[in-house]
């Protein structure tokens, strides 16, 4: 990811924009358009990736702030608004609930400073998510949060592009961040899944047109991969399973979709 000073450039695709034009949004370029028509070649249900993580931060924030009774949410790589965001899932169970969302798109931090305007309850700090240290530290991330008192730390679809640009890897980025959490804290992340059965080829096709094309890296990691991102927590029921199993709101009245079965979740408690 840029840094947060970079200005908008048309002519690079950027992950927020694209996850924009998958779910159907207006805040994209025709570079982003591209990838999504790219992508959309080698596996034309690749938007279910989008739709899927979307539906599962809406039920993970819901459970957070219903049945958790969380009241603090730090949302990594917000990336830009759309329907439901996190502070109006939660703030719609209890009103007082604190976001700080963390992001270093340009577009995404003008968006998001609009959309909270007059919300002093939610707002949003420029920095880079896989800079744990430095975004922990962030007078912004301190100043809204009360780190004596338990945290939701939501990284939703973002490790996976984690580019691997110095000797951390995506296990160590966690830890930097479980390891500030104060007790009593949740964990929830998403992440692109390869199966490891008859859909790893669907899982390889859209890893090479989306995350490459748009990063020149990132991966679809095994089940095995991802339990080591939540470092030995203690998992919430059904534990790490594929988004769409994750407290679904209903029967499911057709068989997920290749894509549906290539992005998993799961969400963590820290005693």
């Given amino acids: 990811m840029s840094s947060a000073t970079t200005q908008i450039d048309p002519t690079k695709p950027s992950i927020a924009r694209v996850y924009d034009a998958f779910l159907g949004g207006t805040d994209n370029y025709e570079v982003d358009r591209e990838v999504v028509r790219s992508v959309q070649k080698a596996a034309p249900e690749a938007a279910d990736l989008a739709v899927e993580n979307r539906a599962f931060l809406i039920r993970v924030c819901r459970f957070l702030a219903g049945q958790a009774g969380i009241i603090q949410y730090l949302d990594c790589g917000s990336g830009l608004p759309t329907a439901e965001n996190t502070h109006q899932v939660v703030q719609r169970v209890n009103p007082?609930?604190?976001?700080?969302?963390?992001?270093?798109?340009?577009l995404v931090l003008a968006?998001?400073?609009?959309?909270?305007?007059?919300?002093?309850s939610?707002?949003?700090?420029?920095?880079?998510?896989f800079e744990p240290e430095r975004l922990l530290g962030s007078e912004v991330v301190r100043a809204h949060l009360d780190w004596d008192e338990p945290i939701a730390l939501l990284h939703m679809g973002t490790l996976h592009h984690y580019n691997g640009e110095d000797t951390r890897t995506r296990k160590d980025i966690m830890r930097a961040y479980l390891e500030a959490l104060p007790p009593g804290s949740y964990v929830a992340?998403?992440?692109?899944?390869?199966p490891e059965d008859e859909y790893s080829a669907t899982a390889r096709k859209m890893e090479d047109m989306f995350l490459h094309s748009m990063m020149g890296s990132g991966t679809f990691s095994a089940r095995a991969e991802l339990e080591e991102l939540f470092n030995g927590l203690e998992m919430v029921d059904p534990g790490l399973v594929r988004c769409a199993d994750w407290w679904p709101d209903g029967p499911r009245l057709r068989p997920l979709s290749s894509a549906q079965r290539c992005i998993a979740g799961g969400v963590a408690h820290k005693p």
């Fill in 96 to 106: 007082g609930a604190r976001v700080v969302y963390v992001d270093n798109d340009p």
């Fill in 111 to 120: 968006h998001s400073r609009a959309l909270l305007d007059g919300n002093e």
């Fill in 122 to 129: 939610a707002v949003i700090a420029a920095e880079d998510i």
């Fill in 189 to 194: 992340i998403s992440h692109f899944l390869d």
